[in-house]
């Protein structure tokens, strides 16, 4: 049948076994396990705190935030400081978290899908929280292992990222005060450590650097405050990119009652938009070999060439050159 | 550098210039520095206005009772998508968007309640005379009374009714919202009662919902709050199994089987099968097709 027969293939694929694989009673059976929460009938239990306790003694949704992802109850000074984090990243304008959240909107979805796509839109440039808080970790690691000075350690960080749309200091908030006073706010509350001092060295820093006038943006200050009040670059990512879609939620509605639905096929692209190839016959099947190149390359060079040629294809995705991340993974 | 608007809309939700964000005529950041809560920017951001302190209290009661529930269907996809190892926004996201019409189900309940507080007015019956008419309604038609059961808790899910009490010392007693949630769990108990069947209690979308539509929130706001809060949750479980689990969940390597370790797969569909030759094909398709067997597993 077809290759199946293949010597080079690894096993006997003309004999291989039928039917699912036998309950391995061997090892401990399958469960969900956590350390984050429990639940049973009567109870939902986070970090060893019950829920409905938690919120009968007052505890609020900031302090629930910490509880899950610290596994603490937070001081007062703490559960205020991410309020106020929380209230700055609820909306942004017509931001591209809002903006998909009403173009997945169009298309007569779910609220939740609208949501959703708003977290989506948290990547590695807008809203770079994870991007940041681990540039920000390896640096101040350098100057904890004594490697580079504070000031050292952030001109250093501020050169090698001068391009990174997860530096946190930028042009964007020169005329907005919202990031300086997030960060006069840590202060007043106790908050600001370790993070907040360092981004205030970088900024410090890039403004010897940079050829225009830079200050810390607001990834720059809700980054640090949210490493500052104990939270991971993930976490800070993750709690973020939430409390983003809250605003997304309104942004769905808005869009159903101000804009309506969108059916397949009906936005149309104007021709002058379009600068791909030009307009060309299809060639029938029996034309096919004459017209079809193969796309492999056999050497270096040839790849090179063909990739290089790629690249000029728009939506190819060939000159698009990612970070990839450590392969060394546990798997 | 670019700073142009995305997406070309009027809005009423906010603007952003270079100088400040303002959300439904507040400046952000005045909100913040003031000292007004995260649930506070949520009235604004719904409903253009600054919450009484009570309202404000009852919103962060119940974003924190709903913010983490264990493996619901929400942490078990933010997991699931987790194991592949995407960025975390995806399995976030995915937990965000497993709330449908089972798990915490939508505007639904807010727009049941809307359409029965209007339907009383319309025919001129009292909020407790309608309440009842909706359940035997549901009843007698054989549908679900929403906002009734939760599959896990089968003794009362442990937030809902500490909400309703939590609803009622600090909005009143006497709204219209939990004057008709009320009514009709008295009533479907009353008439399970009668029926010989088991007491079930209001689960977190009764009472939820019910607190979220007295708060001011629409459907669509006060299901948004539900499912976006939960959110949070799901990115702590999935960070969980990022930084304490091991990719793909399916390693030999672990004490405990894992969840997409092969013995964990029951099938349960046609019998294996030999795949016909290409030149069988039309032959085999058409007697497949006209014996229908296929029917029986389409889905």
């Given at each position: 049948m077809g290759n199946l027969n293949d010597p080079r293939l690894q096993y006997d694929y003309l004999n291989r076994e039928h039917g699912t694989v036998e309950p391995d009673d061997k090892r401990e059976r399958f469960q969900w396990v956590s350390e984050v929460a429990y639940k049973n009938v009567h109870r939902i239990v986070s970090r060893g705190y019950d829920t409905t306790e938690l919120v009968e003694a007052g505890y609020g949704l900031a302090d629930l935030i910490f509880v899950d992802f610290q596994a603490r109850i937070p001081l007062e000074e703490e559960s205020k400081m991410l309020n106020y984090v929380m209230i700055m990243m609820l909306e942004d304008g017509l931001s591209p978290t809002a903006a998909i959240s009403r173009i997945v909107t169009k298309s007569k979805t779910l609220l939740t899908q609208a949501a959703g796509a708003s977290v989506l839109a948290f990547g590695h440039a807008y809203a770079a929280y994870d991007a940041f808080g681990k540039m920000m970790n390896a640096y101040l690691g350098k100057v904890d292992s004594k490697e580079l000075s504070l000031s050292e350690a952030a001109e250093q960080m501020v050169k090698d990222?001068?391009?990174?749309?997860?530096?946190?200091?930028?042009?964007?908030?020169l005329k907005d005060p919202a990031a300086g006073k997030m960060l006069a706010r840590a202060e007043k509350l106790g908050i600001a450590g370790k993070y907040t001092s360092f981004i205030k060295e970088a900024e410090a820093a890039a403004q010897k650097v940079f050829s225009e006038p830079v200050a810390v943006d607001m990834l720059g200050a809700t980054g640090a405050v949210m490493l500052d009040l104990g939270f991971s670059p993930e976490s800070t990512w993750g709690v973020l990119a939430v409390t983003r879609a809250y605003g997304a939620g309104a942004h769905y509605c808005e869009e159903v009652e101000r804009e309506g639905y969108t059916r397949l096929g009906q936005n149309l692209t104007p021709k002058e938009n379009y600068d791909g190839p030009e307009k060309r016959p299809v060639p029938t099947l029996d034309e096919r070999a004459k017209f079809a190149k193969p796309g492999q390359a056999k050497t270096p060079q040839e790849w090179r060439d063909i990739v290089d040629e790629r690249?000029?294809?728009?939506?190819?995705?060939?000159s698009i050159v990612e970070e990839i991340d450590d392969p060394k993974r546990k798997i | 550098m670019d700073r142009e608007q995305i997406l070309n809309r009027k809005t009423s939700i906010s603007y952003k210039s270079e100088e400040e964000t303002v959300v439904r005529g507040y400046n952000l950041s005045d909100l913040a520095e003031e000292g007004y809560s995260f649930c506070d920017a949520l009235f604004v951001l719904f409903q253009g206005r600054i919450p009484t302190e009570e309202e404000e209290k009852m919103l962060e009661y119940e974003t924190a009772e709903f913010l983490e529930h264990s493996m619901s269907p929400s942490a078990a996809g933010a997991i699931s998508v987790i194991s592949g190892r995407p960025n975390l926004p995806a399995a976030v996201a995915a937990g965000i968007m497993t709330f449908g019409s089972a798990h915490g189900p939508g505007a639904a309940h807010g727009y049941m309640l809307n359409q029965n507080i209007d339907r009383a007015r319309e025919e001129g019956k009292s909020i407790e005379e309608i309440g009842k008419q909706v359940v035997d309604e549901y009843m007698d038609a054989g549908l679900a009374v929403m906002g009734m059961g939760q599959p896990q808790h089968t003794d009362g899910d442990p937030r809902a009714e500490p909400t309703h009490i939590k609803h009622e010392e600090l909005?009143?007693?006497?709204s219209v919202y939990i004057r008709l949630q009320r009514t009709m769990e008295t009533r479907f108990n009353e008439r399970r009662q009668k029926e010989g069947r088991s007491y079930v209690a209001v689960n977190m979308i009764g009472a939820g919902n019910t607190a979220l539509a007295d708060l001011g929130f629409s459907p669509n706001a006060a299901w948004c709050i539900g499912c976006v809060t939960r959110g949070f949750s799901c990115a702590a479980h999935a960070l969980y199994t990022m930084k304490k689990g091991r990719a793909w969940a399916a390693s030999k390597r672990e004490p405990m089987v894992q969840m997409?370790?092969?013995?964990?797969i029951k099938y349960v569909g046609p019998e294996d099968r030999e795949v016909p030759s290409l030149e069988e094909r039309q032959e085999y398709a058409r007697k497949q097709k006209e014996q229908g067997e296929y029917k029986k597993w389409a889905i």
């Open positions: 990222k001068l391009e990174s749309d997860a530096l946190g200091i930028s042009s964007l908030m690249k000029k294809l728009k939506g190819s995705g060939w | 909005l009143g007693e006497d997409l370790d092969l013995s964990m």
